[in-house]
């Protein structure tokens, strides 16, 4: 992941979206649902929206349940989110996903206005916040939500993964 300074700037006031002193215990609801998607052989990514402290919609990858390649938690939250809060600019709220998004999901956070993305563990191979494509900062994108890299929730989410794909392959090799 790229170490350099981000300029993204939130439509909303800054003092209305998600703190980093909040980061934890928004993370751990992502975990939770990148957990539920693992258990149904779903990578397990997971994501949730956040406005005024509240969590307003999770999500957890459906790709494998739905047979959606699009059903990628963040897009399936900022979908719920939109459908609760009864519009679709999530200029006031934040996304937290356990991975960094990849440019779908990055574009996706872009069209709904999201004030803030915090992701948990850089994608080396996706990720379209900074590892491989920096979209958030794109002088053309028509929106630059804040984002933010929680680091604490790393180690964690890189098990999770780890032992998801581990399974997958045991799993496989067995058929």
């Known amino acids: ?29 992502a975990l939770e649902e990148g957990r539920l998607a693992g258990d149904h052989g779903d990578v397990p990514i997971g ?14 990858n459906r790709r494998e349940v739905d047979a959606d390649p699009t059903a990628h938690a963040e897009v399936l939250a900022i979908r719920e989110a939109a459908r609760v809060l009864g519009r679709w600019r999530l200029s006031d709220s ?14 996706a956070a872009v069209l709904a206005r999201v004030a803030l993305v915090v992701f948990g563990a850089p994608d080396e191979k996706a ?27 790393r180690e964690e989410v890189e098990r999770l993964l780890s032992e998801f794909f581990s399974t997958q392959r045991k799993n496989r090799s067995a058929d």
């Not at 934040?94 to 574009?107: F, I, K, S």
């Not at 900074?130 to 929106?143: C, F, G, K, Q």
């Open 1 to 29: 992941m790229k170490d350099r300074p981000h300029s993204g700037a939130p439509f909303a006031d800054p003092t209305s979206i998600a703190r980093p002193s909040d980061d934890e215990r928004f993370m751990r609801q």
């Open 94 to 107: 934040a996304l937290y996903v356990t991975v960094e998004p990849c440019a779908m999901c990055t574009g």
């Open 127 to 153: 990720g379209a916040v900074r590892s491989v494509a920096e979209l958030l900062d794109a002088t053309w994108m028509n929106h630059h939500p804040r984002w933010r890299y929680y680091a604490p929730a």
């Open 47 to 60: 994501a949730a929206i956040v406005r005024d402290g509240t969590v307003v919609a999770r999500a957890g």
